[in-house]
């Protein structure tokens, strides 16, 4: 059964850093694109970095310069690295897996909390 | 970037009835389009891909349709577990962008 469990969220000050992780079970993470996919409170949907499976990472223009996707293929985890941290990075942060057919997201994982404030 | 524009932001249908969702592409994304649905405090699960093709699980009263820039899902009777907010997601170009969302609430 394939699953996905963040950790890593909590209360920051802005220009803080945080590292959200995301372990995976059930599949292998090198294996496939891996994205973060944040959710401000009471908004919609928004994408925010995938690495793909050769290791190629991209990211969302309103986060590129301050955050970085990684992945650690022997502990099968997904990593976001947040620096400079702004009161608008204040979100639920889900990560999602990208089957090998499609670029959309077949699996998420249960979201973690960060919210940016002095 | 590619703008996805979801029509009605609120949609409130009795149970039974059918739901029509609609999901507008700025520029044609050919057939590469998921639908999600979301409830209160959880993660988004996928319904559609491919604009047509139901996921794993999801009951055939979920179907989806269009191609280029005009996008349906539609429920074909309602149940009571159906509301909601779904999401509409096109996979055609980068960045990956979502519509804001219709939420589906039970009459």
């Known amino acids: 059964e394939v699953q996905l469990v963040e950790t890593g969220g909590g209360l920051i000050q802005p220009g803080g850093s945080l590292r959200l992780s995301c372990a995976a079970s059930g599949f292998t993470v090198s294996n496939n694109y891996m994205s973060w996919v944040r959710q401000a409170p009471g908004k919609g949907l928004e994408w925010v970095s995938v690495v793909y499976s050769g290791g190629s990472t991209y990211c969302a223009d309103s986060v590129k310069g301050r955050f970085t996707i990684s992945r650690d293929n022997s502990k099968n985890t997904l990593y976001l690295q947040m620096n400079s941290l702004r009161a608008e990075d204040t979100a639920v942060y889900y990560c999602?897996?990208?089957?090998?057919?499609?670029?959309?997201?077949?699996?998420w994982g249960q979201g973690t909390l960060v919210t940016v404030s002095s | 970037e590619i703008v996805m524009t979801q029509s009605p932001a609120t949609l409130s249908v009795s149970p039974g009835e059918r739901a029509t969702l609609s999901c507008r592409a700025s520029q044609s994304i050919s057939s590469n389009l998921a639908w999600y649905q979301q409830k209160p405090g959880q993660a988004p699960r996928l319904l559609i891909y491919?604009?047509?093709t139901r996921a794993t699980g999801i009951p055939a009263r979920f179907s989806g349709s269009g191609s280029g820039t005009e996008f349906t899902l539609t429920i074909s009777s309602l149940q009571s577990e159906d509301f909601g907010v779904y999401y509409c997601?096109?996979?055609?170009?980068?960045?990956?962008?979502f519509g804001q969302g219709t939420k589906v609430e039970i009459k």
């Open positions: 491919g604009a047509s």
């Open positions: 997601q096109q996979y055609n170009n980068w960045p990956r962008t």
């Open positions: 999602a897996r990208e089957p090998s057919e499609g670029n959309y997201f077949d699996y």
